[in-house]
């Protein structure tokens, strides 16, 4: 993640981070991505099930049961392991995590233990009623996936009226004191829509909206072609930033945040470069904390059906399963040779990677991308933009 806000915008300082030790236990959710210790945040994919049809959906999910997720006491073991690894944030996700009837157990049990329990989710499931349960067991956080406005939306989630039952959601998460957000995949298909959401944001208060960059896995393999050109996503990365100034200067300090390409970081820091020396120096301080990249290291995914990832997008490579072993046993057996190379990527990343002057601050960014279009985990990341000028 890079905080378009917390960077550009100057709501977060290096010595922010430095004053709570950036051990991830003690760091606050909005400066875990500068923590030292990289406990791994846990994306669990609770259910494969899904009451929408997302063009993108990286889990091939299906509104039909599947006879392999974890049972209820499977999830508190797991629970149970997680909080004793130390891991921060449990983030809930699937398919449709609601569609899991024991779910406000589950995340309450999260909290329980100490977790930062969060749900990602398509909103279209949250009556007021849901909502004021997942406010009574101490949920962090609503992350709510809207594509767009509802023509443009409703047409990439699969499902007519998915965005007014969104909207519904996160008014309900509103009104029962929850923290709620947006989540927007960037394509050619909805590109135009993020000056909207930016609207969005600001008509409806809402603290927080993640940009996440197109990543080529589940059904989203298929949209390569409707990924932005180089030059497409510069423009956007501006336009995000220039929006971002634009509420806090009218004193809207909104989170706005980029997700899934760390060339995003280098590109922030050139342009504030030119913009603010000084301040440009401080955001690279931050850069560094952040490390870019953390697949298989600052990040795990863990799939209904128990199998360890080194993120939600790569489930084509289990590193084993929580059946079998604890998760803390799978996530810190560097046997495994691409877990081991996973947490010391830099030394394996090829081409212009290797040679890049940001390698440090963007960590080599997707190699599952790579992977995708190349045939070859460790080759550079074809989403990443930068010039090789800029990397000289």
């Not at 051990?23 to 959710?29: A, D, G, I, N, R």
Request: charged residues 30%.
């Amino acid at each position: 993640m890079i905080g378009i806000s917390k960077l550009y915008c100057g709501t977060v300082e290096p010595s922010d981070a430095l004053r709570y030790g950036r051990k991830s236990s003690s760091l606050p959710s909005h400066l875990l991505q500068f923590s030292i210790d990289k406990r791994p945040v846990v994306v669990w994919n609770a259910t494969r099930r899904c009451n929408l049809k997302c063009v993108h959906c990286y889990a091939h999910a299906k509104d039909r049961p599947f006879d392999n997720e974890l049972t209820t006491q499977e999830g508190k073991s797991l629970i149970d392991d997680l909080a004793a690894f130390g891991v921060p944030v449990l983030l809930f996700s699937g398919g449709e995590p609601m569609m899991r009837k024991d779910l406000p157990e589950l995340a309450a049990y999260a909290v329980e233990k100490g977790m930062r329990a969060v749900i990602s989710t398509n909103g279209t499931l949250i009556t007021q009623e849901t909502a004021r349960e997942l406010k009574k067991i101490g949920l962090s956080y609503v992350g709510i996936s809207l594509d767009g406005m509802e023509e443009i939306n409703d047409r990439f989630r699969g499902v007519k009226g998915a965005f007014h039952d969104a909207l519904e959601g996160i008014k309900n998460c509103q009104a029962a004191g929850i923290k709620v957000g947006l989540r927007f995949t960037i394509n050619r298909f909805n590109v135009d829509e993020v000056p909207h959401i930016f609207d969005l944001l600001e008509s409806m208060n809402i603290p927080r909206v993640c940009f996440y960059h197109l990543v080529y896995a589940g059904r989203g393999s298929k949209l390569i072609k409707e990924d932005l050109s180089h030059r497409e996503t510069r423009e956007i990365v501006d336009l995000i930033m220039d929006r971002t100034h634009e509420l806090h200067d009218k004193g809207i300090s909104e989170e706005v945040l980029t997700v899934d390409n760390h060339a995003d970081g280098p590109y922030l820091y050139m342009r504030l470069k030119k913009e603010n020396p000084k301040r440009a120096a401080e955001v690279l301080e931050l850069l560094k904390m952040n490390e870019g990249n953390n697949s298989g290291r600052g990040i795990g995914c863990i799939s209904w059906d128990g199998e360890v990832h080194a993120d939600q997008f790569w489930r084509h490579h289990s590193f084993g399963n929580i059946r079998k072993r604890p998760f803390s046993e799978i996530w810190t057996d560097t046997g495994n040779p691409l877990m081991k190379q996973l947490k010391e990527k830099k030394k394996y990343v090829k081409g212009r990677c290797a040679t890049c002057r940001w390698l440090d601050i963007c960590g080599g960014n997707f190699r599952v991308r790579a992977e995708a279009v190349i045939g070859d985990v460790w080759a550079p990341d074809p989403a990443c933009y930068l010039t090789d000028e800029e990397i000289s």
